[in-house]
Every structure is written in structure tokens, then in C-alpha cells.
Nanobody, 121 residues
């Protein structure tokens, strides 16, 4: 399974960005939920938003009401719409695909390489 993110960049505070992530090569039907995490310089990686295969969504407290996650199960694609961006949202955003079928050719998590989000004043 390969996980590839896109859509990062530079935006002014208060602006919006849309991140996308696709997990390909899932020949063993490993993937269940997908989501986004972020890591700012010097900080630990933190949850941004996740969505399960049944559509249940979970958001980090700092992004609730501003970010929205959507998933296309058929395409193993997840989008993160980020509105009202703040300076503190600047980080590398990582896409994660998780699996409930550890073994059987699956691993518990698949991570992308990350996409940078920068927020200017």
C-alpha cells in the first residue's frame, strides 16, 4: 500500500486549503479508516481528523468546527478541508490509512510522506 498526500502550501491566516490523500495498491483490502495527523517543528505528532470506513469522524479539539474530513471508500481517498486557518495550524500534515487485518498481508498503519502547510500572518 502506498499513501500519497497532496494539496499543501502557503496560505494567509483565515484562508483555506484542501488536502487530499490516496492509498493505492491495496490488493489485500487492508484499509479500514483513514485520517490526518500533523507535526509542527519541535512538537509531537497529533491527531487532526480521522474517518472510519462506516463514516464516523473524529476531530482534534483544536480543529473542530474549522476542518472537515471526507472519504471516498471506493477510491481509498480522503480529503481534509481546512477553513479559518491559523498560524498554529502550520505543520507537516501526514495521511494515515489503518487496517484491522494485521497479518494476512496487512500492517496496522500506512503513512504518507507528509505535505507542508504554512500559514502567514
Amino acid at each position: 500500500v502506498q499513501v500519497v498526500e497532496s494539496g499543501g502550501g502557503l496560505v494567509q491566516a483565515g484562508g483555506s486549503l484542501r488536502l487530499s490523500c490516496t492509498a493505492s495498491g491495496d490488493t489485500n483490502n487492508c484499509i479500514s479508516g483513514m485520517g490526518w495527523y500533523r507535526q509542527a517543528s519541535g512538537d509531537e505528532r497529533e491527531l487532526v481528523a480521522i474517518i472510519t470506513s462506516s463514516g464516523t469522524r473524529l476531530y482534534g479539539d483544536s480543529v473542530k468546527g474549522r476542518f472537515t474530513i471526507e472519504k471516498d471508500n471506493a477510491k481509498n481517498t480522503v480529503h481534509l478541508q481546512m477553513n479559518g486557518l491559523k498560524r498554529e495550524d502550520a505543520a507537516v500534515y501526514y495521511c494515515n490509512a489503518d487496517s484491522l487485518k494485521v497479518g494476512d498481508g496487512c500492517q496496522s498503519h500506512y503513512w504518507g510522506q507528509g505535505t507542508q502547510v504554512l500559514v502567514s500572518p
